[in-house]
Every structure is written in structure tokens, then in C-alpha cells.
């Protein structure tokens, strides 16, 4: 029998270093992967990683015989798994805010503390790590390596968007009795959601949490493009141009 997930047990530390890895990968080889066929050949791998990651959940459900209500697609790290997918496959600019805000926010939230009572070797455990590990890693691709940037706006979109995306999810807790999206209750397995006040005022701190929360994506990406341009003018400073 597994041992239950604990959360900053060698397990845990184990899957956030590998995210730590793929963002630094995905960083480190963005010149390379910029090369058409490298690109498409990334884009269509990690969208198939994650489209096959949700595959082989409902076959494990399947398998193990555990279907319910709560496999219904509606918390947020489910819904922004395929708007990154079809983010990678599409490069439209609306799926892209999504994809990097909210998909980034969910998953890196997910990944601080997770949902999760299953731990290494556990099929749970693998599932949960690699797919919220794609996640973020589908929106830093397309941004460090496909140049498309998040601006102020975007932000305010994403924000709209959470809000409409909370929408199907409350009208499913209504009616199941679920708890997608954690807006009917705090998660029983602890995360940042302790620290806020109770039921239902926790989704109102909650609001102005996010909209920080996406300020801090946005001012990562200009921290670092400010950084290149800086380094890149002065690589262009320091040249000595060639004696006539």
C-alpha cells in the first residue's frame, strides 16, 4: 500500500523540483526551440502530453472502478489544461491569456499545495505532477519561446475570465454537491485557503489574491524582459567597430 502524500516530504520537493526543471529547460533552449520544425514538434508534443495525461486519468477511473461526480471537468487546473492545449496548437492570443494567467496561477497554487492524498509510486501522484508541470509549461513556452507577451490588459481579461470560468463551476456545486474550483469549501488537505476568513467571505479575499497574483506573472515576464534588453544593449554597446 502507498504512503499518503505529506506535503514537503521528498515526494513533494521531487515534483516541484521537476517543475523548476522544465521551466528552466524550456528557458535555457528557447533560441533552439524557436527553429519552425523544433517549435512545432514542442507545441505538438506538450499538447499531446497534456491531452494524454487527461486520457489516462479517465482510464484509471475506469480501471479502478472509482468514477464520480467529482471527474466532471470544472476545477480550474482541468478547464485551463485544455485552454492550453489548444493554446499550443492555435497561438490565438485570448487562449494564450488564459493559458499563461490562469492556467500559471492554478497550477503553480496546485503545485505549493496540492489536492492530493496519494504519493509516489502512485498513478495519482504521477498524474497530478505531470499535469500541472504542462501546464506551466505550455504558457512559459509560448512566451519565452513564441514571444507572445501578457500586458496590463490581459491581466484584467484573465481576471474576467476566472470569474465566468467560477461560473459552471458553482452552478455544478449546486447541483452535485462538489467542490470544484473550492468555491463551495476549503480544501480538507490544507492549502493557502487556511489563512483566509471563512465560508464565503474567503472568495471575496480570494478575488483581490488572483488579481495580485496575476500583477506578479505579468511583473516576472517585464522583470525579464527588462533584463534582456538591458544585457542585449550592452553587448551592442561594448562592440568595436572594425577599423576602416
Known amino acids: 500500500m502507498n504512503e499518503p502524500f505529506v506535503m514537503f516530504s521528498p515526494a513533494h520537493v521531487a515534483g516541484l523540483a521537476a517543475a523548476g526543471l ?19 514538434a514542442a507545441r505538438y508534443a506538450l499538447a499531446s502530453g497534456l491531452v494524454a495525461s ?19 471537468p470544472f476545477q480550474l ?12 496548437l492555435t497561438r490565438k492570443r485570448t487562449l494564450y491569456e488564459i493559458s499563461f494567467f490562469l492556467g500559471i496561477l492554478g497550477a503553480l497554487q496546485a503545485l505549493a499545495t496540492p489536492y492530493l492524498t496519494e504519493s509516489f509510486p502512485d498513478f495519482r501522484y504521477f498524474h497530478f505532477f505531470l499535469a500541472h508541470i504542462g501546464i506551466i509549461a505550455a504558457g512559459v513556452f509560448l512566451t519565452a519561446v513564441d514571444g507572445v507577451r501578457p500586458t496590463w490588459r490581459s491581466a484584467f481579461r484573465s481576471l474576467l475570465w476566472l470569474n465566468l470560468l467560477a461560473v459552471p463551476a458553482g452552478v455544478a456545486n449546486a447541483i452535485t454537491g462538489e467542490n470544484f474550483m473550492f468555491l463551495a469549501r476549503k480544501p480538507s488537505t490544507g492549502s493557502m485557503l487556511d489563512l483566509l476568513a471563512p465560508w464565503p467571505w474567503y472568495i471575496l479575499q480570494l478575488e483581490a489574491i488572483a488579481l495580485l497574483m496575476l500583477f506578479g506573472l505579468l511583473g516576472i515576464v517585464k522583470a525579464a524582459d527588462f533584463i534582456a534588453n538591458r544585457r542585449r544593449r550592452k553587448r551592442n554597446h561594448s562592440r568595436i567597430d572594425p577599423i576602416a
Open 22 to 40: 522544465a521551466i528552466a529547460a524550456i528557458v535555457a533552449l528557447r533560441t533552439a526551440l524557436r527553429r519552425p520544425a523544433a517549435n512545432r
Open 77 to 88: 487546473c482541468t478547464m485551463t489544461l485544455w485552454f492550453s492545449v489548444f493554446a499550443l
Open 54 to 72: 487527461e486520457i489516462a486519468l479517465y482510464a484509471w477511473y475506469t480501471i479502478e472502478g472509482t468514477w464520480g461526480l467529482y471527474a466532471l
